[in-house]
């Protein structure tokens, strides 16, 4: 069977680990997504896994008192922890070997991020999933996918999220508006997609670290893409 991507980080949004509405933690979209990751361990693709935290902490807007913002963003990368904690025992659960690494530093629960033991790790066949985004505020969870993708020699960086690629137009809002199979970063960056965060798109392109935008929700899409077939939308060069 042939393997397209033989090493993939995949992102997963806070988002699409809540219920309907993205908030929370929906158990049944962990154990579908944890089911998704499983078709592709199991023909051997390495996986490392960022996810974000939008479905716990984005900010606070509240009358009764302001949060710091570099606070909010600490509060954010915190969040993203209890985010890989959960899918870690998702994970395991169905018997993929995974651990948490986390950019925030070591405690009683996660590992500290180092990159031999990434690399160590997942040449093992264990999934990876960091937490804690950067490490820094003013970023995103999209731009650490990127740098762990890069750090891990990935062979791709895979954007789950609720469209199903990048769109000439809104599609909820315009029904002409067309799926791109590929766009160019440089394209990407000039629409400035809301579905892509922009240091992202800009790492990426400074690196050539393909990236592919898809919906994960449909089953065996993660599946098809890391064997090539043509899923969601390629950003390239
Ligand atoms: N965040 C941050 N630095 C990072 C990654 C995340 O400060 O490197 C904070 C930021 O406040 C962000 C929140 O954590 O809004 C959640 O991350 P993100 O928005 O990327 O999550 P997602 O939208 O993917 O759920």
Same mark, same amino acid.
């Given at each position: 069977?042939? /393997?397209? !991507?033989?090493?993939?980080?995949?992102?997963?949004? =806070?988002?699409?680990?809540?219920?309907?509405?993205?908030?929370?933690?929906?158990?049944?979209?962990?154990? *579908?997504?944890?089911?998704?990751?499983?078709?592709?361990?199991?023909?051997?693709?390495?996986?490392?896994?960022?996810?974000?935290? =939008? &479905?716990?902490?984005?900010?606070?807007?509240?009358?009764? *008192?302001? /949060?710091?913002?570099?606070?909010?963003?600490?509060?954010?990368?915190?969040?993203?922890?209890? &985010?890989?904690?959960?899918?870690?025992?998702?994970?395991? *659960?169905? =018997?993929?070997?995974?651990?948490?690494?986390?950019?925030?530093?070591?405690?009683?629960?996660?590992?500290?991020?180092?990159?031999?033991?990434?690399?160590?790790?997942?040449?093992?066949?264990?999934?990876? /999933?960091?937490?804690?985004?950067?490490?820094?505020? *003013?970023?995103?969870?999209?731009?650490?996918?990127?740098?762990?993708?890069?750090?891990?020699?990935?062979?791709?960086?895979?954007?789950?999220?609720?469209?199903?690629?990048?769109?000439?137009?809104?599609?909820?809002?315009?029904?002409?508006?067309?799926? !791109?199979?590929?766009?160019? !970063?440089?394209?990407?960056?000039?629409?400035?997609?809301?579905?892509?965060?922009?240091?992202?798109?800009?790492?990426?392109?400074? &690196?050539?670290?393909?990236?592919?935008?898809?919906?994960?929700?449909?089953?065996?899409?993660?599946?098809?893409?890391?064997?090539?077939?043509?899923?969601?939308?390629?950003?390239?060069?």
């Amino acid at each position: 069977m042939d /393997i397209h !991507y033989r090493r993939v980080l995949l992102k997963l949004s =806070g988002e699409a680990l809540g219920g309907a509405n993205g908030i929370g933690l929906d158990p049944k979209m962990l154990a *579908f997504i944890s089911r998704e990751v499983k078709k592709i361990r199991d023909i051997g693709v390495e996986v490392g896994l960022v996810v974000g935290a =939008g &479905n716990i902490f984005r900010g606070m807007e509240s009358t009764e *008192f302001a /949060i710091d913002p570099i606070q909010g963003d600490f509060i954010g990368m915190e969040a993203t922890t209890i &985010n890989a904690l959960v899918v870690k025992e998702a994970l395991s *659960f169905i =018997g993929i070997k995974a651990m948490v690494l986390s950019l925030l530093g070591e405690n009683k629960i996660v590992d500290n991020y180092h990159r031999d033991k990434a690399l160590k790790y997942i040449a093992q066949g264990y999934t990876i /999933i960091f937490a804690g985004g950067t490490g820094n505020p *003013f970023f995103t969870t999209d731009t650490a996918a990127v740098l762990r993708g890069l750090e891990l020699d990935a062979d791709v960086v895979l954007k789950a999220t609720k469209v199903d690629g990048v769109y000439s137009a809104d599609p909820k809002k315009d029904p002409h508006a067309q799926r !791109y199979e590929t766009i160019s !970063y440089q394209d990407a960056l000039a629409q400035n997609l809301q579905v892509m965060d922009q240091t992202a798109l800009v790492l990426a392109k400074e &690196n050539r670290m393909p990236m592919v935008v898809f919906e994960l929700f449909r089953p065996d899409a993660l599946l098809d893409l890391v064997r090539g077939k043509s899923v969601g939308t390629l950003i390239t060069e």
